[in-house]
């Protein structure tokens, strides 16, 4: 079965989409396109370089989710080192470390940029706030100056992954030629999580399909679910207030969308009241979300039916026509 595979983003809690992922590997389905958003872009690229579930387990169980949060030393000093940290560099850590990793893991497959992969194959949501944009990497990268075929996979990924104020926003800054007249400081785009503008992008496959298509590839999402507890958010101070801020836009964001006309196809994944940034996650938690993802998946594709999903595929695409 050949589909396409879409994934949200979630933080840690992206660990649950290897698990559902491997659902539908062993119902015989196939990845033809992916596309993602913060922890759901790491997953589809690692999907477009060619792993399979089973090895992303693997990635996951051995990494530390807090090697991820590096900063210089300075920047520990208690309550005014990170708010200083902020205030210079627009986060709490870097990111580098993030994309370090992800680079790591897709050179191990041969994959370092964009022309590396069929083309189409892998699509990256992110926002630059700069110009107040939707960013579909690669597609959108010719209109700010850039090659996709020379863009680097991993730097796409840590774009879609910086979550204000938490990670650095990554800095682009513009070619010659589009920066000609500009001040030094109007060159550069901030480029932040991808999850500001959609977080959970199940549209991004629509655009090159037709309800009257001979041949319909279907497209499925992978969400996770339960992302607001019953646990309200502690506010305490501006930190506190800025996390809650975060989680709460990134959590809610295409809520209603999704309930409404994209049931039939998606996969929704309990995430055991894990929180987007608990990077401190130890394995047995780490294990408890992949094995969610996994149950949620055999449930999804145990019950698939590809006359249905072309059925409300069709009603609900000339829906929107009317």
């Not at 549209?203 to 041949?215: A, I, V, Y």
């Amino acid at each position: 079965m050949l589909m396409n595979g879409v994934f949200e983003g979630g933080g840690v809690k992206g660990i649950s989409l290897a698990g559902a992922v491997r659902a539908a590997e062993c119902h015989g389905a196939r990845f033809h396109q992916v596309a993602g958003t913060s922890s759901g872009s790491i997953v589809a690229s690692l999907i477009a370089a060619g792993y399979n579930a089973e090895e992303m387990k693997t990635i996951i169980m051995e990494t530390s989710f807090t090697s991820f949060l590096k900063r210089s030393p300075i920047f520990n000093t208690a309550i005014i080192g990170p708010a200083f940290r902020v205030l210079l560099k627009k986060g709490l850590y870097s990111g580098e470390a993030l994309e370090d990793w992800v680079r790591q893991n897709l050179l191990a497959k041969g994959i370092r940029t964009f022309g590396d992969l069929e083309r189409g194959k892998l699509k990256i949501i992110a926002s630059d706030i700069t110009g107040g944009r939707i960013l579909v990497l690669p597609d959108d990268l010719p209109k700010i100056g850039l090659r996709p075929e020379t863009f680097e996979v991993a730097k796409a990924v840590r774009m879609s992954c910086s979550i204000p104020y938490f990670f650095d926003p990554v800095l682009l800054r513009l070619p010659a030629k589009m920066a000609k007249g500009k001040k030094f400081s109007d060159q550069f785009l901030h480029i932040v999580d991808g999850g500001l503008l959609s977080n959970f992008p199940l549209w991004l496959f629509d655009r090159n399909q037709s309800p009257n298509e001979e041949k319909l590839i279907p497209t499925v999402g992978f969400q996770m679910v339960g992302k607001n507890t019953n646990q309200p958010h502690v506010i305490r101070g501006p930190f506190s207030m800025l996390q809650a801020l975060v989680e709460t836009m990134l959590s809610a964001h295409d809520e209603r969308y999704i309930e409404q006309s994209n049931r039939y196809r998606t996969v929704k994944i309990p995430t055991l009241g894990i929180s987007t940034t608990q990077f401190d996650i130890g394995k047995e938690e780490s294990l408890l979300l992949y094995e969610s993802g996994l149950r949620s998946g055999n449930r999804f594709f145990g019950d698939w039916n590809a006359q249905y999903y072309e059925e409300q595929f069709i009603k609900y695409q000339q829906a929107k026509l009317i």
